[in-house]
């Protein structure tokens, strides 16, 4: 029986962690904490609402006494709870420094205060940059290139030298892009595949050629499931399914599976800044017994058919804030 308290728990790859903790152990609890941002829905917990194991506060991560209250009897933290959208950290990244950096602060000091046994921070690819060949281990140099990169990785370092400093039980957990259902139609893929499913333009930023390694959202939640048991404290963990695709390759995939026109493609202003390829070497966690099960094509689709069979669900998130951020930022 474990308390795990899960930040972020609302977004995309935080709710999915939940509902598989939830299925796969009966006997531990999960409480999520989460702002409920714009990016925060609790439409992405409906099937946990009600679950006796399961409960949910509305707060932030950087207010010491949300973190207090939900913290105060927990076993294990799991920190999804960030800023995450690189174009939006451009424009503003205020936010960004404040929840990725201070948030991250707040909870490590929890950590200390409530003697946690084990605090899992979710990081990123970004926090290495680009590279142009092979693959970054978790040796690798930072060199993020965006505040949204930046401020995830100086909440690493911070993470990092409370193991050096305080012996707080702190594992890393640095994945590549994910995919899957309940991803905010403001990243690339559901992006393209809700704007194709409303016949609009589909903005593909500068020649299309940029490399991401695409990862299946479950196998994210298997390989953080498996580090927050089995992982070794003060250790990172790179998590990739070496599934390095063009977006250009991506979006072809996308009209195929809709049968719509490749004329849907815009090529617009490329993101300033922009990382031309991502790839990450995931030997270490591999040895520790992780392995991807998805297929990039047949995820891809399934994808697909989960945001053509919940239009609803994106549709709401379409209609609000958002259409004000997609005209400013695309003029489109
Ligand atoms: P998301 O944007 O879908 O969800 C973020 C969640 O955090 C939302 O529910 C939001 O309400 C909540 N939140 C934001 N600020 C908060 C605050 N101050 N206090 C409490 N809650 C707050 O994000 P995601 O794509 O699910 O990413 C989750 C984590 O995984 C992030 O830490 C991100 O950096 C990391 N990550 C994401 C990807 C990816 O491809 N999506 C890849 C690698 C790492
Ligand atoms: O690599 C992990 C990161 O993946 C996570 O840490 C971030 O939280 C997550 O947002 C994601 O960052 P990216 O910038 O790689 O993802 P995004 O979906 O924004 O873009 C993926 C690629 O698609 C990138 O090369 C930019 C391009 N793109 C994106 C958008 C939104 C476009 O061409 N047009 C677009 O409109």
Redesign the pocket.
């Known amino acids: 029986m474990k308390r795990i308290v899960v930040?972020?728990?609302?977004?995309?790859?935080?709710?999915?962690f939940v509902k598989y903790i939830l299925g796969l152990y009966p006997d531990y609890s999960v409480h999520v904490?989460?702002?409920?941002?714009?990016?925060?829905?609790m439409a992405?917990l409906e099937s946990c609402r009600g679950e006796r194991n399961f409960s949910f506060q509305k707060?932030?991560?950087?207010?010491k006494r949300?973190v207090d209250e939900a913290c105060r009897n927990a076993d294990w933290i799991v920190?999804?709870?960030?800023?995450?959208?690189v174009d939006r950290s451009i424009s503003s990244p205020q936010?960004f420094v404040?929840?990725?950096v201070l948030?991250t602060y707040i909870l490590l000091e929890a950590v200390k205060e409530f003697k946690i046994e084990r605090y899992v921070q979710?990081?990123?690819?970004?926090v290495y940059g680009s590279i142009d060949r092979g693959s970054f281990t978790e040796e690798s140099p930072l060199n993020p290139s965006s505040p949204?990169a930046a401020s995830?990785a100086g909440a690493d370092l911070l993470a990092l030298s409370s193991w050096t400093t305080y012996r707080l039980p702190v594992l890393i957990?640095?994945?590549?892009?994910?995919?899957g259902p309940?991803?905010?139609p403001e990243?690339f893929i559901p992006l393209f595949i809700t704007n194709a499913l409303e016949d609009r333009q589909l903005p593909l930023y500068g020649d299309g050629l940029n490399v991401r390694d695409w990862?299946y959202?479950r196998d994210?939640c298997t390989a953080i499931d498996l580090i927050l048991h089995k992982g070794k404290e003060g250790e990172i963990y790179n998590?990739g399914a070496n599934e390095e695709k063009k977006n250009l390759d991506v979006v072809h995939l996308i009209l195929a599976y809709l049968g719509k026109q490749e004329s849907l493609i815009r090529h617009v202003t490329d993101r300033k800044g922009h990382d031309r390829r991502y790839s990450l070497n995931s030997s270490k966690l591999r040895k520790l017994g992780w392995k991807p099960e998805a297929n990039f094509e047949k995820s891809l689709k399934q994808t697909v058919a989960w945001y053509t069979e919940n239009v609803e669900w994106w549709k709401k998130i379409k209609g609000g804030e958002f259409q004000e951020y997609y005209r400013r930022h695309y003029d489109l």
Do not use: M, P, W
Request: aromatic letters at 10%; proline letters at 0%; hydrophobic letters at 25%.
């Open positions: 930040t972020g728990g609302a977004g995309f790859i935080g709710s999915n904490l989460d702002k409920l941002t714009y990016a925060g829905n992405n707060g932030d991560i950087c207010n949300d920190n999804f709870a960030a800023e995450t959208h936010a404040e929840t990725d948030g979710i990081s990123t690819d970004e949204y995830k957990t640095r994945s590549s892009n994910n995919y309940y991803q905010h990243k990862l959202v994210n998590v």
